[in-house]
């Protein structure tokens, strides 16, 4: 019998854990933990609450989740319940899919000034993780800038445009959706260093933008390069340029509420502000071989809310070795050490798609099987729950997760799929209810 922790319960963990089931059947037992009570990682706390489709991917994990071979461990800190190096004596292979929760730091003056975020908190407080639901940005000024030129970007943007009707269907959280109610943002500037051919924005998130009831995209054409030059683009990045020459051709905004600017070529310089964030300082750019260089000319964008959404890194977990410059675990094609592993954004950064785990989850596992051959007689699941009684750890099972999930659709407002908890204790709660 070969044994299996898995310290995270998003894609990376889920489809890893399903490479396990089909590598080993029912030679195998998994154990899948979670610092928080619920499962699914940024299926339900990063993806956007109105792209409810991508979210319906849970229901493959949720095939996972209950077999009898694997098992949800929620509510269990790892390098704080239980070390690394405890898990290790336990199980055969310990695999990180920690994913990358935390926000990249822009190293800019001004970027701890109240009320600039980065997407993973700003992300987090929309769609009610515990860690961010106390965020409470002010929406109280005009405009909003948002600096980064991905989907991220884009769905911050759309988030702060929607009427409250074209939320109807999401799980945007009640606090959130309260705040966005009464925002007074009117004008929201998405801030690129490079230009168009350079975005990684796709056409659907592009698309949505052009839908909005309130809102009207804008793009400088003077920042189009020549259209001939699009047939050298992939046909994807082809398509979203596309977007942009249409929002660019648009007529102007004046019979919209609120008006989304795509600046190119401009690099934020510092975050100005005495007690808040007031203002932008950019630098206008230029293309030298594909990467921005400042042309010297500055300028400033008054913005009461800034949110960077530049990218994201791996939390460190003590003992683990960590590459700080990549911002995820040192490992050589996923090995971190003998019977440590890491798969995921854990393993190579936060890139590609929801989908791309699944084959480096199957990868990861056959890589495993090399190295634990039949397995070595490990305590495993046993032997972990004894050390957990012994610690007074209580941790959540995916029976819990199911009534937990059960409460919040039936606490849904009107339209919308489910109310998420917000709270730790609320969750906690729900599981302790015979």
Known sequence: MRHIAIVGSGPAGYYTAEAA????????RVDIFDTLPVPFGLIRTGVAPDHQSIKGVSRRYETTALSENVRFVGNVTIGKDIAIAELQDLYDAVVLATGAPNDKKMGLPGEELPNVFGSA???GWYNGHPHFAKLDP???HDTAVIIGNGNVALDVARILAKSQEEFEGSDIVAHALSALDASQIRRIVILGRRGPHQIAMTPKELGELGKLARACPHVDAGDLPDEAEDAA?????RKSVGHLRTFAAAEPCADHDIAIEFDFFASPKAILGTERAEEVEVERTRLEDGKAVGTGETYRIP?????ACIGYQTSKIPDVPYDDKAGHFANQEGRIAPGLYCVGWARRGPTGTIGTNRPDGFAIVEKVAEDIGEGSGKAGRPGFDALAD????????????????EAEIANAREGSPREKFVAVEHMIDVVSKD
């Not at 089931?21 to 195998?28: G, T």
């Not at 913005?303 to 949110?307: D, K, Y």
Request: aromatic share 12%; net charge negative.
């Open 138 to 140: 002010a929406l109280s």
């Open 390 to 405: 012994s610690r007074g750890v209580d941790y959540v099972k995916f029976t819990d997760w199911q009534k937990i999930n």
């Open 21 to 28: 089931l089909k590598q080993w059947s029912e030679d195998v």
């Open 303 to 307: 913005a009461g809310l800034v949110v």
């Open 233 to 237: 683009l992939d046909p994807g990045q």
């Open 121 to 123: 908190s700003f992300v």
